[in-house]
């Protein structure tokens, strides 16, 4: 990411800034050590400045500065909802927009919610941002940055050790994470280093549509798996996330009950929008069971939240506490997502498509 043509060195690998040591001719022999500093001041001070690094001689704060800078990328909307959600709309680059979200007061202090790509290629019905073509895929240091800037706003530096705002990430934005799984895996890498940002990788969670081959590796980075399921037949989920034509339930479901070191502490997160007539019965609920039997999980129902267009409408109140009060009776956990900031366009991606649609109005009357 450039700004005023110099290269941000926020959001880069540690080997990255290696490199980026090179280039300014730090002697090879220094160049980890040069990076290692860099990477606390950025990851764990938050610094936005060259200036303040206290560890390095002055010269080479000036070479820092001269070549490289500390920004990040422009926000160009900031929205804070009476509830205490937050959402961002960041712009990495022209035309590149993601929206970030902050929920307070989920797991154990608060959820960043973000994004691994621009739109999303696998048009889920029920989906705002499955409506909005792919853009791309975003690099490891525009999925950091996301961090970056929440934390920013937040006034959450130095990384504290207790009392965190941001305790978990979730990969629930914008986007399949497992289809840009190189970069998804290298951010990972990033927010959860201890001498940085260090969010335990058991407080990240990641959520796939269902990408079989790829849920082993994902198993092997030690994150959290969320699953969107949303139905329990393949006839409707064939409807519902149309990627179960490729990944049917049968492979999906195998995948998940072979994913590494799943226990009571370790659960798989299964996301299930309540769609009024469409998959809230008890007979569905009693499939959803039968799907999950023995399988250490948690269901979060999540009361649609109709976007302009939207086919779908949401359950009714008493249907969806039904629904979650039959899943404890057998002994899962399913609670009802509580609907956050809904005086700021809460369903995902409608910031970044209001903005979309704001700026082709403005191209209109320019
Ligand atoms: S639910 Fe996820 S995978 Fe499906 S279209 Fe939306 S962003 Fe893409």
Request: proline share 6%; charged share 20%; net charge neutral.
């Given at each position: 990411m450039m700004v005023d043509n110099k290269p941000s060195l926020v959001g880069l690998s540690l080997s990255e800034l290696k490199e980026k040591m090179g280039e300014i001719g730090v002697p090879e022999k220094m160049r980890n050590m040069r990076a290692k500093q860099l990477w606390r001041w950025i990851y764990h001070y938050g610094i936005k400045d060259f200036d303040v690094i206290t560890d390095m001689a002055k010269d080479l704060r000036a070479k820092l500065k001269e070549n490289f800078t500390l920004e990040r990328c422009e926000v160009v909307e900031r929205l804070v909802s009476k509830d205490g959600t937050r959402k961002w709309?960041?712009?990495?680059?022209?035309?590149?927009?993601?929206?970030?979200?902050?929920?307070?007061?989920?797991?154990?202090?608060?959820?960043?919610?973000?994004?691994?790509?621009?739109?999303?290629?696998?048009?889920?019905?029920?989906?705002?941002t499955g409506t909005q073509v792919l853009v791309r895929n975003l690099t490891a240091q525009e999925i950091v940055m996301q961090l970056m800037v929440a934390r920013d706003d937040l006034g959450e530096w130095p990384t504290p050790f207790e009392n965190r705002q941001i305790t978990n990430i979730v990969f629930m934005g914008m986007g399949e994470p497992l289809y840009n799984f190189d970069n998804v895996e290298t951010a990972i890498e990033i927010l959860s280093d201890g001498e940085g940002i260090a969010i335990g990788r058991r407080r990240i969670t990641v959520s796939t549509s269902g990408i079989v081959p790829e849920m082993n590796r994902l198993g092997q980075i030690g994150v959290m798996l969320a699953v969107s399921l949303h139905a329990c037949n393949d006839k409707l989920r064939d409807v519902l996330v149309p990627i179960?034509?490729?990944?049917?339930?049968?492979e999906l479901f195998a995948a998940i009950r072979a994913y590494p070191d799943l226990s009571n502490s370790n659960r798989v997160t299964f996301e299930y929008v309540m769609l009024k007539d469409v998959n809230d019965s008890i007979d569905d609920a009693k499939d959803l069971l039968k799907l999950i039997k023995g399988i250490p999980s948690k269901v979060n129902l999540i009361p649609f939240n109709p976007w302009p267009g939207s086919d779908y409408v949401c359950s009714d109140r008493a249907k969806v506490k039904a629904f979650s009060e039959f899943l404890f009776a057998n002994g899962y956990s399913a609670p009802i997502r509580r609907t956050r900031g809904q005086d700021i366009l809460a369903a995902c991606g409608q910031l970044r498509s209001e903005s979309v649609k704001k700026r082709a109005s403005e191209r209109k009357t320019d």
């Open positions: 709309l960041i712009r990495p680059e022209r035309g590149i927009e993601v929206e970030i979200v902050y929920i307070p007061d989920v797991a154990r202090s608060g959820a960043l919610c973000i994004s691994s790509q621009v739109g999303c290629t696998l048009n889920c019905s029920f989906c705002h179960n034509k490729k990944y049917p339930l049968e």
